[in-house]
Structure formats: structure tokens, C-alpha cells
């Protein structure tokens, strides 16, 4: 492919380190009475008295961008020089609500987004189109159509010397690795619009 993707992956916060387990206090060790009639030992050299080491403070956990920061740099930062987007993470990661908010931030700056969810689609909102489950294939059609008409439209605005400033356009997935083991011509159509859709103001925005 001749086009870079932006992959984000998103961590759910868990682990975390575990408290060390206290050291087993130790009994104190009784004096011991010297016998009659022999010397007691000398005593034991005193220690060996030394400034305690210094010790590091932890460095500080980087602080957290909250996801809305995330949003406007995908939707503004990316905007010019790239514009396909893979963000992946575990369940809970919040990998869903980040794919929604970028595809309805980029609908509010008067693009087109048309998204493929078979789980949830009636949690999308602001959007051109929702397909469902069962649309799989009308999406991956859509996806095509789009290209083959832009680019048709491209060719012969060439022909006159004329150049097309075309509206940007988003075809949004949740859960893509369900979507491209269900529907195998939606994974098809995501490589082509992967290698051929930029230049045609097509991107793909999806999460796995």
C-alpha cells in the first residue's frame, strides 16, 4: 500500500505493580552470660558508620491526555497529511467511543461518513448512513461505487484541463476483524480505498 495508516492503540489501565511482602521480623538474640573464669571477648569493632545513600524519587507517571485531546488531533492534526486510521485496543479501552467521536467530529466539518457496525449501529449519531449487520455487502458496494465514480469523475475533468476538489468522504467499521472474517468483499474494498482513496478525498476510519 502507498498510503500510511495511522495506528493508534488504546490501553484499558489495568495491571499496576503489587505491594513487596513485609520481611519476617527476626527475635532478638539474648545476651550471652560470659562464664566464670574466662576472659570475656573484646568487644566487636564499632560499625562502619557511613552517610546514608541518597535515594531517587519514583519519576512521575506521564499524565494522561483525555480522550477528547485525542479526537481533535485525529480529525485536525491528520487532517492534511494522512487520513486512514486504525485505532486498536482490549475490550474496555474505550477503542469504540474514540472510533465514534472522530467519525461524528468529522461529520460537524461537513464530511461525509457512512459506518458499518454490526453490533451497535443504532449507537452512532450524526452520521450520513448506518448499515447493519445484515448491509455488510451494500457498505462494501457503497465503498466502491464511491471510488469508481470519483475517479471516473477525475479522469474526464483531467481530459478538460480541470481539476476536482472532492468532499471528503469517511467509511467508518467497528470491530473490523469481525466485519472481514463476516463479510469478505468489505475487506476487498478497505484495501483498494487503503492504496487508491486519498487522492479522491476517500479515508477509511476503523476499529478492531
Known sequence: MDEAVVRI?????????RPAPAAAAQAPTPPQQPNRGQQSP????????????PTLAPAPAPATQPP???????????????RHVLIEGASGSGKSLMTRNVAQERAKRGEEVNVL???????WKGVNKVFARDAG?????MMMRTLRERESASVAAKA??????????????????????????VKEAMQVV???????????LAET
Not at 568487644?43 to 558508620?49: F, G
Open 160 to 185: 478538460r484541463g480541470e481539476t476536482i476538489d472532492f468532499k471528503p468522504v469517511t467509511f467508518a467499521m467497528s470491530d473490523f476483524a469481525a466485519i472481514a472474517k463476516e463479510f469478505p468483499k
Open 194 to 204: 487503503l492504496t487508491e482513496g486519498r487522492k479522491f478525498g476517500i479515508a477509511v
Open 42 to 53: 573484646p568487644p566487636p569493632p564499632p560499625p562502619n558508620t557511613q552517610p546514608p545513600r
Open 117 to 123: 457496525d454490526p453490533h451497535n449501529p443504532e449507537t
Open 137 to 141: 455487502q451494500d457498505f462494501a458496494d
Open 9 to 17: 492503540v488504546l490501553d484499558d489501565g489495568g495491571g499496576g505493580s
Open 68 to 82: 477528547r485531546d485525542c479526537v481533535r488531533d485525529l480529525v485536525e492534526g491528520i487532517a492534511v497529511a494522512n
